[in-house]
């Protein structure tokens, strides 16, 4: 096996499972994958069939380090990001770590919070995009065919064929509204842009050279002594007045070079409690019902206990959530209301 | 002013604002009066219009005792019982002590869990049963004009008129179903049972040896000294073998000296989250959000957040509480739910 690296993302800060979810316990370290696990555990486990353990890298903010080393399976390197700055400068900064390290390896990008439960498919589809990255200097992207109009995630439109399941990328875009999803689903030509990708170091930093050069250059100069640590210091000194930008808008887009691997593992990016509670056993009455929780005569419902009792009675397609000495009651369908919570109470602590 | 007792009965331990109330926070010690105060707090701000504070008993569980007594003005007297015996034996006993303190006064029994916020209708009609009793052996209860087909109220049926609102009771009855509640409300002839009465302590006593010598005969034996910490000590000798039977059953029943006072006051008991509401101040989509609490989009919700915050999104017609570690989510009209979650728990716990 060539020395292939995995770049783990995991510094986001997602609200959508809030109260259960909160900033020094974001969504890659709740218990959401199958079995009761974290998504960055799952992540990793998936990882290390990819790559040694001293080859996985998982970027994250400086203050989820030790909360994140905790999942991780020993050997897995942990190296905290100072300040965020989105996907695009983490990705870069890892191509000068392992190009450092390894020449110019290829390397896998996975985000630590999505749902992905067939490991074989998934590990089968990953080395199929090394093979191609380490042969041609190709942006390799995974998407996701499409299970209906989400408007929450960008799509891939397929270009050329150039192999079963492999496709020229003909453009990446962002989240449509519901008409446009309805009708690029309906087209078959537009998958899910899955977030994970294939490319060689150089291939990479290349790209961003030549799409983003004012990101590119101090990134250009990072450099470092003393092993991870030394990296983290180094990281600390060239991140803050860098743009904050995804690798998508950063690279992807505008570059000639992408092609798209039409997954054949199972995906989700669990981006709202009814998407969780499609993956999760559920009782004879349809009910996700989860820790120290209770749904009498409910049905279709998401309940929640963690550090205390959620009990929900006689409803039907709700989430019940007892978290973090909070709680949040919605309707399952209510994608959106969580994020109005978050904003509601940012507007109070700043009144 | 002779010399009026108060006995406020604080014993209970009801279920039914659970998670909100628990076995050592039952339902008098929550903030469910107007303005936030705790039932029991209201019912002594009312008490203390009747008589002097040392005139003033309330009666509790020895473990509820130092709760209880932090929210009694200063001068009021709390004695604990070591074992709960309901209304009966609490009663019977409180007209001993007092009758041994000052011959043999008159005294109100208030329970300590229901909401009455007209203070002056309530001591006017308190003081109007105060004279009757003070000069006929008539045990005199209070009877509410009845809103609504109520089957969780026992009700009184009047008999013949003796005054202005002034009635000989018929029957005091137990609690109805529908149909028939239905029935008696129609009537116009039956009033609930507010479990508010005045007399003196030998006609209860007298009434108690009528109808229930068995019960009379070990209270009139009940000896003490050194104050109400002496009467403590002979409430725990006493009570246990006593048969644990309310006041309704035991006594007035079959008394044939009962007499009915219609209420001017206005009167709850609050048996429910939604009886709560209804005396709440409203959003101006008719929710009641009490403490941490948020209920956005929501029409005719009951939000509450004590120790937590509880967030409702987008819902109607329904409770959210968080509180003292847990949470409840249910309809608002759905009266039973909670008991349902008690025996739940129990049964879990029992397992």
Same mark, same amino acid.
């Given at each position: 096996m060539p020395d292939r690296f995995v770049l783990v993302l995991a510094g986001g800060r997602g609200e959508r499972f809030w109260p259960w979810s909160r900033p020094d316990r974001p969504k890659q370290l709740l /218990?959401?994958?199958? #079995? #009761? !696990?974290s998504l960055l555990a799952a992540t990793l486990e998936r990882a290390v069939a990819l790559a040694a353990p001293e080859r996985i890298v998982v970027l994250t903010a400086l203050d989820l380090a030790a909360a994140v080393a905790r999942e991780c399976p020993r050997g897995v390197r942990v190296i905290g990001e100072s300040v965020p700055r989105n996907t695009a400068p983490a990705i870069a900064a890892a191509a000068r770590l392992f190009a450092a390290e390894a020449g110019d390896p290829a390397f896998a990008v996975l985000p630590a919070d999505q749902a992905i439960d067939d490991g074989a498919a998934f590990a089968a589809d990953l080395a199929l995009g090394f093979e191609r990255a380490e042969r041609e200097p190709v942006l390799l992207t995974f998407g996701i065919p499409p *299970? #209906? /109009? $989400?408007?929450s995630f960008g799509y891939v439109r397929r270009g050329a *064929? +150039?192999?079963? !399941?492999l496709f020229r990328v003909a453009a990446f875009t962002e989240k449509p509204d519901l008409a446009r999803a309805q009708a690029w689903v309906a087209s078959g030509e537009y998958l899910w842009n899955s977030g994970i990708f294939v490319w060689r170091c150089t291939t990479l930093l290349d790209a961003l050279e030549a799409s983003r050069p004012a990101l590119a250059a101090p990134l250009r100069g990072l450099a470092w002594q003393g092993g991870d640590r030394g990296f983290e210091r180094a990281l600390a000194a060239v991140f803050p007045p860098l743009e904050s930008i995804s690798i998508d808008f950063a690279v +992807? $887009? *505008?570059? /000639?070079?992408a092609l798209m691997l039409e997954a054949a593992f199972d995906w989700d990016d669990l981006g709202s409690w009814r998407a969780w509670a499609r993956r999760q056993e559920r009782d004879a009455r349809g009910n996700v019902v989860f820790g120290e929780a209770l749904a009498l005569e409910c049905d279709r419902c998401v309940v929640v206990g963690d550090g205390g009792l959620a009990a929900a009675i006689g409803l039907q397609d709700m989430v019940v959530v007892h978290a973090e000495g909070n709680t949040l009651a919605c !309707?399952?369908?209510? #994608?959106e209301g969580v994020r109005r919570v978050s904003e509601a109470l940012r507007s109070r602590a700043a009144r």
């Open positions: /218990p959401l994958a199958r #079995g #009761g !696990r *299970r #209906g /109009p $989400e408007t *064929r +150039l192999a079963d !399941r +992807l $887009e *505008r570059a /000639p070079n !309707r399952l369908d209510d #994608g």
